[in-house]
């Protein structure tokens, strides 16, 4: 896992509530040009950095105490800390590495439960490695091998429908080299004759494993795609 530096997320928010007080509505007087530049400073970022705390793992932050911390940190105001910077910089790593973990675990359990529920459906082939498919036509051509480049259309979404990619929605389909995808796709195109179109649920260890990929696709993630196998490219 990288590791999160105390002072990369104290930058972030220093940006963020630098000109800003607990008292969001006390009066502001801009008297100077050093008055105006601090305002404008946590105007022109508070914005921002409030769209960042969206993405903070975990429960959202308490804002208040948030700012009481930048603001007894930013005065040196040592005798009110609740925390050394050193406890503070380990507990905000060990608090990120607890919390993605519980995500991945939360994450992963959806998938099984998912996964579980849909082999039992008509239709649906569960193969050895955990892979599921369904056929909804079946070509006459020839099955690739793993070696084989082959040419694709496809959509693939999240197990609550979210579409994160689509050879359709670009208006051309996709070449690749079979062996240079995820592993449920290698598997699974082999399956196919060309002309097929199949529905894929590709558990997280034969997809991205415990990596995100993308905005969209989260540790741990079970993916479904409907693939389009149009052609063997030689």
């Not at 040009?33 to 409030?50: C, H, I, K, R, V």
């Not at 009110?80 to 910089?89: H, I």
């Not at 996964?115 to 955990?130: Q, V």
Request: negative net charge; proline residues 3%; charged residues 25%.
């Amino acid at each position: 896992m990288k590791r999160i530096s105390v002072f990369v997320v104290a930058a972030i928010v220093a940006a963020g509530v630098s000109a800003t007080s607990c008292d969001s509505k006390k009066s502001v007087n801009l008297k100077t040009a050093t008055d105006s530049a601090s305002y404008a400073l946590g105007l022109a970022n508070g914005e921002g950095f409030a769209a960042n705390l969206k993405t903070f793992p975990g429960k959202p932050i308490d804002i208040d105490l948030l700012l009481a911390g930048m603001e007894q940190g930013m005065k040196s105001d040592t005798a009110s800390y609740k925390m050394t910077t050193a406890d503070a910089q380990n507990f905000i790593q060990s608090y990120f590495m607890r919390v993605q973990a519980e995500e991945l675990g939360d994450i992963k359990a959806e998938g099984d439960k998912f996964l579980e529920n849909n082999k039992t459906k008509a239709g649906i082939i569960t193969t050895e490695s955990g892979l599921q498919y369904q056929v909804i036509t079946e070509g006459d051509g020839e099955k690739p091998t793993a070696e084989d480049r082959v040419k694709v259309h496809y959509t693939g979404t999240l197990l609550d429908g979210t579409t994160f990619d689509s050879s359709y929605d670009r208006g051309e389909p996709a070449e690749f080299a079979l062996n240079s995808v995820i592993r449920g796709w290698t598997e699974g195109i082999q399956i196919m004759p060309v002309g097929s179109k199949y529905i894929f649920w590709i558990p997280s260890d034969l997809a991205y494993g415990d990596r995100a990929a993308g905005q969209d696709i989260k540790p741990g993630s079970t993916l479904k795609f409907e693939v389009e196998l149009l052609d063997i490219v030689k």
